[in-house]
């Protein structure tokens, strides 16, 4: 793993929606819960949490799907493709589907979350897993490990 060379530009599916990155990862990551197998048809959808100071649209207006309550799942209104959320509560950051940025050489998921839900056949290698969300305590914990495994020194 690695640092992505900034700024990393991304889309949706169709390219209606653009957007840019200027700062780096705070945490990538797999969830395996039945909602997000269920939103990106697959075992797991693959993230990327940046800071949302860092985070930009620079066109077309994504729209609210998913659940469509606190916790927002951002979406492009033309080919529906699930871009990115913004946790309830989290206003510091915005986690990308990381397959939506147009460079994804450098991404691997650092942990794994809702374990408890996981396909059997499901591996993603990540490190770290919890069986539900991580705490802010476990963030906070696994920060330091996270930046040595992105080459990142202080």
């Known amino acids: ?10 889309s949706c ?3 209606s929606v653009r957007f840019r990155v200027t700062a780096p990862p705070l945490a990538t990551m797999a969830c395996h819960c039945t909602g997000c197998q269920k939103m990106s048809a697959s075992a797991f959808s693959a993230s990327a949490a940046f800071p949302a100071d860092g985070f930009e649209l620079l066109a077309g ?3 609210i799907g998913g659940l469509k309550g606190e916790t927002r ?7 529906m493709t699930w871009l990115y959320t913004r946790p309830e ?12 940025l ?3 050489s450098w991404f691997a998921p650092f942990m794994e979350t809702y374990l408890s839900e996981k396909l059997d056949w499901a591996e993603t290698g990540a490190p770290h897993g919890f069986e539900q969300f991580p ?10 490990a996270f930046n040595t495994a992105m080459g990142r020194s202080g």
């Open 1 to 10: 793993m690695k640092d992505p060379d900034l700024p990393l530009d991304g």
């Open 13 to 15: 599916r169709c390219g």
């Open 61 to 63: 207006d994504p729209v």
């Open 73 to 79: 799942h951002y979406f492009c209104q033309d080919c």
């Open 89 to 100: 509560g989290v206003d510091f950051m915005v986690n990308i589907r990381a397959t939506m």
């Open 102 to 104: 147009d460079d994804t």
């Open 135 to 144: 705490t802010m305590d476990d963030i906070e914990r696994l920060t330091p």
